[in-house]
């Protein structure tokens, strides 16, 4: 996407914003159950792991030998395993 030409006759590229919407009460709650194990429903499926990490748009579950990033947006409901 280009925008209005400069000074020069030019035109220039629009720069690009990315917005997250960020719950921090459902950040908090991860966080507090960070290293343990839980049952993760997600709008496509289950999946029970061990939480590794918590970041504003997603969270890293360890799953056996797999390594899942499950962005917070996509999770209906964590219960403790």
Known sequence: MYREYNNYGMMEPMQTQYYTMVDPYVINTLQSVLGKMLLIETTK???RGKLM????????????????FIRI?????IMPD
């Open 45 to 47: 499926d289950s999946i």
């Open 53 to 68: 990490d918590v970041k504003p748009d997603h969270i890293v579950l360890l799953a056996g030998d797999s390594t899942f």
């Open 73 to 77: 947006q996509q999770i209906v409901t």
